[in-house]
């Protein structure tokens, strides 16, 4: 049994920065990539940044250079690293994992990944 549990979401005004964490327990080992992906209210969710067990990261144009994905294999810990955040990055933040090998440019895709967390809410205000 795999269980993702997201923490560090929070309000902050614009410009603000904050640092999600994603801790995995269970059968984690194999899981071949982990990413962070988002749902504003009325939106799809979207992908924000993956990163793979060789430490090989892919991020959306969207947060390319604000963010940074990271991970502590040793502590089976995911983080999402926001600064310069703008109120357009107000979301429900995901954290999920997959064991199947996909290349990297298909990792930001929701449809990719087999396990995730329950969510952590993000809110910037302006």
């Known amino acids: 049994q795999v269980q993702l549990v997201e923490s560090g979401g929070g309000s902050v005004q614009s410009g603000g920065s904050l640092r999600l964490s994603c801790a995995a327990s269970?059968?984690?080992?194999?899981?071949?990539?982990m990413g962070w992906l988002r749902q504003a209210p009325g939106k799809e969710r979207e992908g924000v940044a993956s990163i793979d067990s060789l430490g090989r990261t892919i991020y959306a144009d969207s947060v390319k250079g604000r963010f940074t994905i990271s991970q502590d294999v040793a502590k089976n810990t995911l983080y999402l690293e926001m600064n310069s955040l703008k109120p357009e990055d107000t979301a429900t933040y995901y954290c999920a994992a997959e064991r199947r090998r996909l290349a990297i440019w298909f990792r930001l895709s929701r449809n990719v990944y087999s396990y995730w967390g329950q969510g952590t809410q993000v809110t910037v205000s302006s």
């Open positions: 269970g059968y984690t080992y194999s899981f071949y990539y």
